[in-house]
């Protein structure tokens, strides 16, 4: 089994699914525009070969440079799991006449405006929007759905760029931010809860479901410096109150015509128990949700999804022993984190239940929060009875503190 795989070392949990490939016996011949001799060292034993490319978002010259790289050489799939790569994946696979995803399919989970519009062709909830490319064609898209309303790119991932906007003046206040995106969806907003349907699919069905809590919104994580992001997968994810999340999920990947691999999709649950849906990618989830999914079933999605890609077998038992809690931490102040407040505290009280603890040491700059929900470190807990993973959780979102100068 040959495998090009585009990106095999960025964002840095490529590295994982680089390893899962060769794990599952796979021949990887990587494709990225890092260097050669900047790649991690944690990566290099799983690639076979390896080509640099000027620009790796240059789909037509990465097109051309892979195809002339792999002339002569048998190729069995063309992978990609990071967003911005995953249409120039499905163009290479049709120059090739390879097996996977069409380029159009793909599309309609990256185009959040063309998704829509297949989703709702499909009789389902999906909320009121429009395509808008200029400032009149945004304020004319407000007029239509009213406020409150959200305006993010529409090939964008996760809330980059996303905002919340409630009434005219701040719309007026938001609009010079959207002036580098080329292209953005005007939306309705939708009150209620916020969750994610994740799968591991094979040829649209899927062999591995999870849906995870946000706490709060990503919108409202995205917005208030203060917060620290609590992301929870739900254990008992099969409950009436959630099932209409599950039916929904799973009636998008087949409006959508999925086919193999991950789906990170995010929906909305209101306050009279309507599924609403809000966006799909097919890829998986970024901010270690792939790691909570793991650790919520004690297996290795990583190697899972390559077992699929590769060979369509998933072999991992899919019982759901956890619910496992992620906090991102965010620094008071800016420059260098000078000291961490309560996590030997939060650590005792956790004991065996913490598994992860990754927050940023004092003397290390701290990130752009705006720029990257991993901000300044997280920890993560998981436990089998959800109150106490959620009490955990908060226990560190409130208990910890870090401070930067």
């Not at 911005?84 to 120059?95: C, S």
């Not at 909320?127 to 304020?139: D, G, K, Q």
């Not at 062999?207 to 254990?235: C, D, F, G, H, Q």
Request: charged residues 30%; glycine residues 10%; contains cysteine.
């Amino acid at each position: 089994m040959r495998v090009v795989f585009l990106a095999p070392s960025f964002p840095p949990e490529m590295i994982q699914y680089t390893r899962g490939l060769a794990e599952v016996g796979a021949t990887v011949y990587g494709v990225g525009d890092a260097a050669r001799e900047a790649l991690p060292r944690e990566v290099r034993p799983y690639l076979h070969d390896y080509l640099q490319v000027p620009r790796i978002m240059d789909e037509d010259d990465v097109i051309e440079r892979v195809t002339a790289w792999m002339r002569g050489k048998e190729v069995d799939r063309v992978l990609a799991n990071w967003e911005p790569l995953v249409i120039l994946a499905a163009r290479i696979r049709e120059r090739w006449g390879m097996p996977g995803m069409s380029t159009d399919a793909v599309r309609g989970f990256r185009d959040k405006e063309l998704m829509k519009e297949r989703v709702r062709a499909a009789g389902l909830r999906v909320p009121r929007s429009r395509r808008v490319r200029s400032e009149r064609e945004i304020r004319e898209a407000a007029e239509f759905i009213g406020y409150p309303l959200i305006l993010k790119p529409i090939a964008g991932a996760g809330s980059a760029d996303t905002y919340r906007v409630g009434d005219k003046a701040e719309l007026d206040r938001v609009i010079p931010l959207m002036r580098g995106v080329q292209e953005a969806s005007c939306e309705e907003y939708v009150e209620g809860e916020e969750f994610t349907f994740d799968t591991v699919c094979v040829e649209g069905k899927p062999v591995y479901e999870n849906i995870a809590a946000y706490l709060p919104k990503p919108i409202e994580m995205r917005s208030l410096e203060w917060i620290s992001p609590v992301i929870i997968t739900v254990r008992e994810m099969y409950q009436p109150r959630l099932n209409p999340g599950v039916e929904l999920g799973r009636n998008v990947l087949g409006a959508l015509g999925m086919g193999t691999g991950f789906t990170h999709m995010e929906w909305f649950l209101t306050p009279k128990g309507e599924a609403v849906f809000g966006e799909i990618g097919c890829r998986p989830g970024g901010g270690h949700i792939v790691d909570q999914m793991n650790y919520t079933s004690d297996i290795d999605l990583f190697r899972e999804w390559a077992r699929v890609a590769c060979w369509g077998a998933f072999e991992a038992p899919t019982e759901r022993k956890y619910n496992a809690g992620i906090v991102f931490k965010r620094a008071q102040g800016q420059g260098r984190i000078t000291r961490i407040e309560g996590l030997g505290n939060w650590l005792k009280e956790a004991g065996k239940w913490c598994v992860e603890e990754q927050l940023l040491r004092p003397g290390t700059r701290r990130r752009d929060w705006k720029q990257t929900l991993l901000s300044d470190g997280h920890v993560m807990v998981r436990h089998p009875d959800w109150a106490e993973a959620y009490r955990l959780s908060f226990a560190a979102a409130t208990g910890i503190k870090m401070y930067a100068e």
